[in-house]
């Protein structure tokens, strides 16, 4: 990834919060027939792991064995900015278009666990983390379901966990602009619909 010094994001509360807000990830891998991407939603398994897993019959678990390196791709909120939306256009005009966002490239080792235990730990972990994210009064549970339509779900897949051995995560969020220009643009962009974006880059701003 092109990643100029001043976009470079080592701040590990900001790079766990977008795993954590934006836990669809591309998980891409090199197989035999080339690269592979799949779509999945990944969690953290303190700070050294993702788990996830994926359908028996998809292929990744064939492609690829264990210890096999991937990369998990993060991406957050993103927006296009406007040369218009610059206080300072204005006085000089010296201004083009950009793209503002954040992302978070996760390289690891992936390992396959087929037994029923780590199945069932997969599947109730991120089911437990995204059954409270959205704020049920009654969180739907695991043993809500017929323990024998269960146990058919879980037979048709295959948790894995990701030993993290790199993590690189950018954010280009206009800190590269002039004070104006940076103010300016958080808050057209969150007139626009995009407050969560105007957040993290005011936050970064502090």
């Known amino acids: 990834m092109y990643l100029p010094q001043h976009f470079v994001e080592t701040d590990m509360s900001e790079i766990s919060s977008l795993v954590a807000d934006f836990p669809l990830a591309a998980l891409v891998v090199n197989t035999a027939e080339g690269l592979v991407a799949n779509h999945l939603p990944l969690m953290e398994d303190?700070?050294?792991?993702?788990?996830?897993?994926?359908?028996?019959d998809n292929d990744l678990h064939r492609q690829v064995s264990d210890g096999h390196e991937v990369?998990?791709?993060f991406r957050g909120e993103d927006a296009y900015v406007s040369p218009n939306w610059y206080a300072t256009k204005p006085l000089h005009h010296r201004h083009v278009p950009t793209?503002?966002?954040?992302?978070?490239?996760?390289?690891?080792?992936?390992?396959?666990q087929r037994d029923h235990k780590a199945r069932l730990a997969a599947v109730g972990r991120l089911t437990k983390l995204h059954e409270a994210k959205i704020g049920e009064a009654d969180p739907w549970?695991?043993?809500?379901?017929p323990k024998e339509y269960l146990l058919e779900m879980l037979d048709r897949i295959v948790a894995f966990r990701i030993d993290v051995t790199r993590v690189v995560a950018k954010s280009k969020l206009s800190q590269n602009r002039e004070d104006a220009d940076f103010r300016s643009t958080a808050t057209v962009l969150e007139s626009r619909g995009k407050a969560g974006l105007a957040a993290r880059m005011r936050r970064m701003k502090r």
């Open 99 to 112: 793209w503002n966002y954040q992302v978070v490239h996760v390289h690891g080792k992936i390992s396959f």
């Open 71 to 73: 990369l998990a791709i």
């Open 46 to 56: 303190g700070n050294s792991a993702l788990i996830g897993h994926i359908a028996l």
């Open 141 to 145: 549970k695991m043993s809500d379901a």
